[in-house]
């Protein structure tokens, strides 16, 4: 379908953002191909990613050079999934868009499991709508986070042989852009480096959700933040994921995107919402490190959007990513990793143990969570 792409002589900028491109296609399927099982479920926010990434590079490649990568995916779907990864930050929805979004995917997959005319509704305490994937005994993924994350609409999600293919042509759309940026590169494709063990929980939405966080956030709220923590978890496990150089550049993409996307909620939330944010939450948000990350929102639009036409006078032929990144923060590229992965770390423990503690009376959203049926 694209073929061989014979791609011109390239100026500094574009140099490195193919090479972002690249990297970001080489990382996301070799970190994907050969998953099955809970794995293919629970890696639905890495996916995620690669859609955001191969949505941009299709944008930017056309808009620069003329060049039309063919994804054969639905192109509503697929922005609907790149949107995704913004959070609260959606121009159009903002926070309470987004919340009422979450509200229709909750009503719309319940209708899945619990039709009007169901068989037998006195057995509805046997049924359950909500799946949940841990990673070392901790929340990872659930399945309406992924139905936010693969860009689906309520009326997607309402029964229940949509979803799937929904997302698996999306998934095919960021593999035939993958193969395009990626034949013909000389780099290497190699195993998945990361063996993980996810588990798989079943629960019933409206016994769980109500306990998440403490128990002081709406349901729909609940699940939109939990899909925040989905996020930076999966961008966490991105040094698993490194098999090779290229991993590198991408993972280091990967976590800078995630933090911000990340601490940009929380910073919208408390904004909006200061009344369901904690003090131990608010420091996060105030923290020095933490603004660091928010006023360098030049270097996330860069590594988003691949335009670097900002700094192409401060870069040469030769140059890398970090270079890039250089010219954004005036800090080495392994500087600006090391203050991301703290960040990473601190936002996605703060996010989990707020997550998992318990309302102040009753059981835990763990407790909620059981094995599903063979």
Request: hydrophobic share 40%; net charge negative.
């Amino acid at each position: 379908m694209n073929g061989d792409i014979v791609w011109p002589e390239l100026d500094p900028a574009e140099t490195i953002a193919l090479a972002i491109a690249r990297s970001d296609m080489h990382y996301v399927s070799c970190s994907l191909i050969g998953l099955d099982g809970i794995a293919n479920a629970a890696e639905l926010g890495l996916l995620q990613y690669g859609v955001m990434a191969a949505y941009e590079a299709q944008t930017h490649f056309k808009r620069s050079l003329g060049i039309d990568l063919q994804a054969d995916w639905d192109a509503d779907a697929a922005k609907a999934a790149r949107m995704s990864g913004k959070f609260f930050a959606d121009n159009k929805r903002h926070l309470s868009g987004v919340v009422r979004h979450f509200g229709e995917l909750l009503d719309a997959n319940h209708q899945a499991y619990f039709p009007v005319n169901r068989f037998r509704p006195e057995f509805d305490f046997l049924r359950d709508d909500l799946s949940v994937v841990t990673l070392d005994g901790r929340p990872y993924m659930t399945s309406v986070s992924a139905h936010f994350l693969m860009g689906l609409r309520s009326d997607q999600t309402a029964t229940l042989d949509q979803a799937g293919p929904a997302a698996y042509r999306l998934s095919v759309g960021a593999g035939n852009i993958a193969g395009a940026l990626l034949n013909g590169s000389g780099i290497a494709h190699h195993s998945p480096s990361a063996n993980l063990d996810f588990a798989a929980w079943d629960a019933t939405s409206a016994e769980a959700l109500p306990r998440l966080f403490a128990g002081t956030l709406p349901p729909t709220l609940a699940i939109a933040l939990a899909t925040v923590q989905s996020v930076v978890r999966s961008a966490e496990l991105s040094s698993a994921r490194v098999g090779c150089s290229w991993c590198e550049t991408a993972a280091r993409k990967h976590r800078f995107v995630a933090l911000y996307q990340g601490l940009l909620a929380l910073h919208d939330l408390r904004h909006e919402q200061p009344a369901f944010v904690p003090a131990n939450v608010s420091d996060l948000i105030d923290d020095e490190r933490t603004r660091w990350v928010l006023v360098n929102d030049k270097l996330r639009n860069g590594l988003i959007h691949l335009g670097m036409q900002d700094i192409a006078s401060r870069l040469h032929r030769g140059d890398s990513l970090d270079d890039a990144i250089s010219a954004y923060t005036g800090l080495t590229g392994d500087e600006v990793d090391e203050r991301t992965k703290e960040r990473l770390y601190t936002l996605g423990e703060t996010l989990t143990t707020w997550m998992l503690t318990p309302p102040p009376s009753g059981p835990s959203f763990a407790d909620a969570l059981h094995t599903p049926p063979d």
